[in-house]
């Protein structure tokens, strides 16, 4: 079962970005995702039920020093651990956010490939949430493509406590939460995919896939690769963000 959207160690929580030219942005992303008769997200970037799922935010100063790449949150069992652990590996550390109690909250890692992504401590398991079987307007599937998959499936399993095992592709691999749900996937880079750099790629189901790609074409974007049987694209944004949008009927 592939599911990255769920409560729980290993499980994504959310994802989000700082960019230029955010109104830009805004409407490029407002534009490319509420299509369909029945959108799956709304204007402001939240699903059709109002949870907040993504989130897109000004480049302010604050934020300068965060590469240009949608970053999941990953739910971790332990914060502070996670960070250290990514330093011993050779990551980096951009942000580590603590309490006034000293206690970790929330961290902002790079691993050794260059893909940025988020710690924070594992949700409560929700069962109405973790059994939808629609996941409507979440999360979809993540992708990373790098050169040498199986040190950085060992970078994973050690940082955010996923497990490897065999995917259906030629040389990925899965990436599966503790209880055995798969919530990424880590592909080697090879003729197929060089276009696509080492971050962290979210899948985003739409209402109307095509419809979603012409809206790419016409606001500034780019398609960078589509799998036409699949119904799967990975785009690049006015500003040259990466993200890949599935059909969601």
């Known amino acids: 079962m592939r599911n990255p959207f769920l409560h729980g160690v290993g499980g994504v929580l959310s994802a989000d970005i700082a960019v230029p030219e955010h109104e830009r942005e805004l409407r490029f992303y407002s534009k490319v995702l509420t299509t369909g ?13 109002g ?36 330093l ?17 909250q929330w961290a ?10 988020g710690v924070v401590p594992a949700a409560d398991d929700d069962p109405d949430r973790s059994n939808r079987s629609d996941r409507i307007g979440c999360i ?15 970078f994973y399993e050690q940082v955010v406590g996923w497990s490897a095992a065999p995917a259906d592709k030629e040389g990925g691999i899965e990436m599966r939460r ?7 996937e880590i592909c080697p880079k090879n003729d197929e995919n060089e276009r696509i750099p080492s971050v962290w790629i979210l899948s985003l189901p739409v209402g109307d896939f095509d419809e ?9 974007g780019e398609i960078v690769k589509e799998e036409t049987e699949a119904r799967h694209a990975v ?15």
């Open 37 to 49: 008769s029945t959108p799956l997200w709304q204007d402001d970037l939240t699903n059709n039920q």
């Open 51 to 86: 949870t907040p799922v993504i989130g897109l935010g000004a480049r302010t100063p604050e934020y300068e020093a965060l590469p240009l790449q949608w970053m999941p949150h990953i739910q971790v069992s332990d914060v502070a651990a996670s960070a250290e652990r990514t």
């Open 88 to 104: 011993e590996l050779g990551g980096q550390e951009l942000i580590h956010a603590k309490g006034d109690d000293g206690q970790s």
């Open 108 to 117: 902002v890692l790079v691993d050794p490939s260059g893909a940025t992504f």
């Open 140 to 154: 979809s599937w993540l992708s990373l493509v790098v050169s040498d998959v199986s040190s950085m499936c060992e």
């Open 178 to 184: 503790p209880d055995g749900i798969a919530a990424a």
């Open 212 to 220: 979603s790609l012409r809206q790419v074409r016409d606001s500034g």
């Open 235 to 249: 785009i690049k944004d006015p500003v040259g963000v990466y993200i890949a949008l599935q059909d969601g009927n």
